[in-house]
T-cell receptor, first 114, second 112 residues
């Protein structure tokens, strides 16, 4: 069964550095999402992406964040200047279409900002 | 925006007993309610979902009920097994957007 994949599984970075988290959504899916989960807290929506543009974003997704689909398979989340509070598990998800709603999650990237 | 509350935060049951996890939501425009199971160190996996045009959905030992008037929905697991032990998250979304609003999660432990 196809799955969403994410790399790396764990990223450690210094505060102020840029990080890029990578995701490969399921191949026939058209909608892509990033969520984050701070340790012990709920999963929070960051952004959704469709047709090469952002369709929704949350208040968390400020100017420090950006997303890109650089080619036909990858979907990336960039954090320009990481802060300590960006430390979290970041999940990518994808769905076939908007109406069907089911989102399939990747295994996550644990980001640790020192 | 939408606010999803989930209870209890932890739940322990004996193997074979039933487990019930409850969620409430605030936005009456929400119309899709998935449940995800997350085992330790693994990705959240969709286990069942329900749309607002039905009141109940069942899949083997798992069922979900929805009360639109009261704005709450529940996950029911019958004949629990140790492999049901995991964190369960409820979520809500609306057809005016596709972001999920998650509950805080319930850590279920099934004691053999």
């Amino acid at each position: 069964e196809p799955e969403v994949t994410q790399t790396p599984s764990h990223q450690v970075t210094q505060m102020g550095q840029e990080v890029i988290l990578r995701c490969v959504p399921i191949s026939n899916h058209l909608y892509f999402y990033w969520y984050r989960q701070i340790l012990g807290q709920k999963v929070e929506f960051l952004v959704s992406f469709y047709n090469n543009e952002i369709s929704e974003k949350s208040e968390i997704f400020d100017d420090q964040f950006s997303v890109e689909r650089p080619d036909g398979s990858n979907f990336t989340l960039k954090i320009r200047s990481t802060k300590l509070e960006d430390s979290a598990m970041y999940f990518c998800a994808s769905s076939v279409d908007w109406q069907r709603n089911e989102q399939f999650f990747g295994p996550g990237t644990r980001l640790t900002v020192l | 925006g939408e606010n999803v509350e989930q209870h209890p935060s932890t739940l322990s049951v004996q193997e074979g007993d039933s487990a019930v996890i409850k969620c409430t939501y605030s936005d009456s425009a929400s119309n899709y309610f998935p449940w995800y199971k997350q085992e330790l160190g693994k990705r959240p996996q969709l286990i069942i979902d329900i749309r607002s045009n039905v009141g109940e959905k069942k899949d083997q030992r798992i069922a979900v009920t929805l009360n639109k008037t009261a704005k709450h929905f529940s996950l029911h697991i019958t004949e629990t097994q140790p492999e049901d032990s995991a964190v369960y998250f409820c979520a809500a979304s609306k057809n005016t957007g596709n972001q999920f609003y998650f509950g805080t999660g319930t850590s279920l432990t099934v004691i053999p």
